[in-house]
T-cell receptor
Framework: SAVISQKPSRDICQRGTSLTIQCQVD?????MFWYRQQPGQSLTLIAT?????????ESGFVIDKFPISRPNLTFSTLTVSNMSPEDSSIYLC????????????FGQGTRLTVV | SQELEQSPQSLIVQEGKNLTINCTSS?????LYWYKQKYGEGLIFLMM?????EEKSHEKITAKLDEKKQQSSLHITASQPSHAGIYLC???????????FGTGTRLKVLA
């Protein structure tokens, strides 16, 4: 299994500013993902964080808006840039460790409110 | 694209009652995962099903995957207030470790 520490747990930000969310895992993991959960909605995959290279973004998400870093196997950051109220969501870090089960583990999430 | 549909969207039951949540896909599922989310928090892994016809139980929660691997059900026996939350089914997309998720079922258990 994996223990994921995600920071901050919540924040209230002014529109036009940026927020960087950190995801730290207690073991080396194979894959790291970032998801968004808008109010009342399910989870939507933003991107796959690739170690040492540019993240792979899903349709509808772009690097300029959601820059992602993954400098090593245990750490990743997601930045929400030039925020607007529509960016108010829960952002979740997820990791997968190749193995027998390969279930995804999730951080506790970052609840972002943009005012 | 592959999608997961969950039903019902919300459920209110009296404590002690049984309930079932369904998750349906139009395509064969490549691993089906059930998670629970407390309101506004992260996801807690419940169970994973991979084989057609598989059934798993943990405490009072039982999950099944049909033979065609396109539908799963989550059954809670003798529900308790601690079972309240949002139940999400998720599935790996074929050939990758990306997950798609159902729309969620909000469960409220009345004491």
């Amino acid at each position: 299994s994996a223990v994921i520490s995600q920071k901050p747990s919540r924040d209230i930000c002014q529109r036009g500013t940026s927020l960087t969310i950190q995801c730290q895992v207690d073991s080396q993991v194979t894959m790291m993902f970032w998801y968004r959960q808008q109010p009342g909605q399910s989870l939507t995959l933003i991107a796959t964080a690739n170690q040492g290279s540019e993240a792979t973004y899903e349709s509808g998400f772009v690097i300029d808006k959601f820059p992602i870093s993954r400098p090593n196997l245990t750490f990743s950051t997601l930045t929400v840039s030039n925020m607007s109220p529509e960016d108010s969501s829960i952002y979740l870090c997820s990791v997968v460790i190749y193995g027998v089960n390969t279930e995804a583990f999730f951080g506790q999430g970052t609840r972002l409110t943009v005012v | 694209s592959q999608e997961l549909e969950q039903s019902p969207q919300s459920l209110i039951v009296q404590e002690g009652k049984n309930l079932t949540i369904n998750c349906t896909s139009s395509k064969t599922l490549y691993g089906l995962y059930w998670y629970k989310q407390k309101y506004g928090e992260g996801l807690i892994f419940l169970m994973m099903l991979q084989k057609g016809g598989e059934e798993k139980s943990h405490e009072k929660i039982t999950a099944k995957l049909d033979e065609k691997k396109q539908q799963s059900s989550l059954h809670i026996t003798a529900s308790q207030p601690s079972h309240a939350g949002i139940y999400l089914c998720g599935a790996r997309t074929s050939g990758t470790y990306k997950y798609i998720f159902g729309t969620g079922t909000r469960l409220k258990v009345l004491a």
